[in-house]
């Protein structure tokens, strides 16, 4: 059984930090494209940041330069650091895991930003 689980996310002020992570299981970790993706109440789920099973990133205008994704195989572990955080970037958090023609998402976790 496939499992993707996000863990990390919580309440942080403005400028702050916070790591997720996303854990995998059942699937050869280092096979698959990984990504995530965040949804804000009223908004579409969008794209944060990718890395391939080779260690390319591709990642969003809006948070270049701020996140930073990177994969543990080792651990079958997907992380996402996130610095100097904006209100803006409030959202339930999703880890994805892609290996065509298997597509596959985690449950999410919340990411606040708020003074």
């Known amino acids: 059984q496939v499992q993707l689980v996000e863990s990390g996310g919580g309440l942080v002020q403005p400028g702050g930090s916070l790591r997720l992570s996303c854990a995998a299981s059942?699937?050869?970790?280092?096979?698959?494209?990984m990504g995530w993706y965040r949804q804000a109440p009223g908004k579409q789920r969008e794209l944060v940041a990718t890395?391939?099973?080779?260690?390319?990133?591709n990642s969003a205008d809006s948070v270049k330069g701020r996140f930073t994704i990177s994969r543990d195989n080792a651990k079958n572990t997907l992380y996402l650091q996130m610095d100097s955080l904006k209100p803006e970037d409030a959202a339930v958090y999703y880890c994805?895991?892609?290996?065509?023609?298997?597509?596959?998402w985690g449950r999410g976790t919340q990411v606040t930003v708020s003074s």
């Open positions: 994805r895991a892609t290996s065509y023609p298997t597509d596959y």
């Open positions: 059942g699937i050869r970790f280092s096979s698959y494209a």
């Open positions: 890395i391939s099973s080779g260690g390319n990133t």
